[in-house]
């Protein structure tokens, strides 16, 4: 984790030439301290070479995803000519549901992060844009998105099994 800290312009520079885009890399590089958070307690031979190996990988990861992305899209005067993916009467009323438990989720979230979850998941704004606006740092905003997600996902689950929705416990507002 401190090799993520201490080069972190290193890093960022790094998945900067794979994405051509500063904004994608700093959104790569807060990923990677994410993921460092997770491998906590494992000590690699040389960290410097660990973090540039995870955020290249990472930048790789994320280029791949926006070339398929990119290929794949529908342009916009072809959204006319595809058909709902919804099969019946059931499985919209099931789909309703399951947002309806998304949005009372994201309803128990603190204010702030839940501005900062939608204006990131829905609007596409970087982090580095929300970290700015709010006053706060670039990793707060990616633990605040991750930590939203979590409980989105958690409500979703218990919703999808049957169990009552405040059985996870709310997501606390962060410093």
């Known amino acids: 984790m401190n090799a993520l800290i201490c ?7 790094i998945a900067a ?5 500063e904004e994608l890399a700093e959104d790569v590089v807060q990923d990677a301290m994410l993921k460092a958070c997770d491998l906590a307690g494992t000590d690699p031979n040389c960290p410097m070479s660990f973090a540039c190996r995870m955020v290249r990988n990472l930048a790789i990861d994320r280029a791949r995803r926006r070339r398929w992305e990119l290929q794949h899209a529908l342009p ?5 000519a595809v058909e709902a993916p919804i099969a019946d009467a059931q499985c919209a009323l099931e789909g309703c549901e399951a947002l309806r438990a998304v949005l009372a989720a994201l309803d128990e979230l603190p204010e702030r992060t ?12 970087p982090q580095k844009t929300l970290a700015a ?3 706060v740092s670039p990793t707060l905003v990616n633990f605040m998105i991750r ?3 979590r ?6 689950e218990a919703h999808e099994h049957g169990h009552a ?4 416990g709310q997501v606390r507002e962060a410093a």
């Open 151 to 156: 409980h989105c996902l958690a409500r979703l």
């Open 76 to 80: 916009s005067d072809g959204l006319d």
């Open 133 to 135: 606006e709010s006053g």
């Open 165 to 168: 929705a405040g059985a996870t």
């Open 114 to 125: 839940r501005r900062v979850f939608m204006a990131h998941r829905l609007d596409g704004v």
């Open 147 to 149: 930590d939203a997600q």
């Open 17 to 21: 030439r794979i994405l051509a885009s």
């Open 7 to 13: 080069n972190r312009r290193r890093l960022v520079s």
